[in-house]
């Protein structure tokens, strides 16, 4: 292929062992006993890892109560470590308003067009008796949560 770049032997090599090192670590986000979150993620090495579930952060565990688990399965190695500051996530039990939740996300066709049919979009949560937007999928997500508390409407912005 004209104007097409080719690598020389020694970069393919050495780009062949940069996709080698890339390596699937299991994290789980442990607070206590119990685990909060788990998942895969693809990383260089596993404090990376868990600083990508972390979202900040981290350093080796040293007794702390809130930390994350990392299994390379590869290596048969368990590896952990905690927060290296405070959290600096926003605290979801804080989150009262369904603006806290992000932008509105209505459901679309399949055409791209906002869903009003005409049909009822709504059902009544068994927790907390609040009507919810089936279309809205923030809404949906909250009211899976077990205890939750009903949300305070988006507060409207005058002009």
Known sequence: MA??????????????????????YQVEEIKGDTVVSSGIVVENDSMKAAEATAGQSVSPRALQDHWFGVVDEEQAAVYQYSLAGPDERPDPAEWKELSDLGPRNLGMLHGGEPVNDG?????TCAVCGQRVDMRDLRQVMWHEVPDHEPLKPEAVKEP
């Open 119 to 123: 049909v009822d979009h709504f059902y």
């Open 3 to 24: 104007g097409a770049m080719q690598q020389s032997p020694e970069d393919h090599v050495a780009t062949q062992r940069n996709e080698a090192a890339m390596t699937k």
